[in-house]
């Protein structure tokens, strides 16, 4: 289902993103994965930090999430934070690769 930017930002980024990223899509093939990682500390950790920890940006550490709800941290690499430095991601990403990455923050990326 598409849902324009309009209705997004009437609906709120958190209630859009219900209806534009289910629970279970696919996951992202291995290989990208691999280079997801990647993006996710090279271009990610030039804010937040290499190991999530902040800088620019919040921490993203497990910690830091917790009890943060999956849908709106979606919305947000997503559509990104107008006013902030955080850009949204969605021309540049799947949608199951942002949930991909979302998780893998909420799961404590990087793992030592």
Sequence with gaps: ??????????LGLAV?????????LAEPSAER??????????DCGS?????MTGG??????RAALAGKPRE???????????????PGWQPLLEEQEIAWLVDQLLEGFPQP
Excluded: E, F, W
Aim: hydrophobic share 45%; proline share 5%; with cysteine.
């Design 33 to 42: 994965q691999t280079q997801l990682a990647n993006l996710l500390k090279q």
């Design 16 to 24: 859009a993103s219900l209806l534009l990223i289910p629970a279970a």
């Design 72 to 86: 709106s941290l979606i919305a947000t690499v997503t559509y990104g934070r107008p006013g902030t430095a955080m």
């Design 56 to 61: 620019l940006g919040p921490a993203l550490t």
């Design 47 to 51: 804010c937040h930090g290499l190991r």
């Design 1 to 10: 289902m598409k849902v324009s930017r309009h209705a997004v930002k009437r």
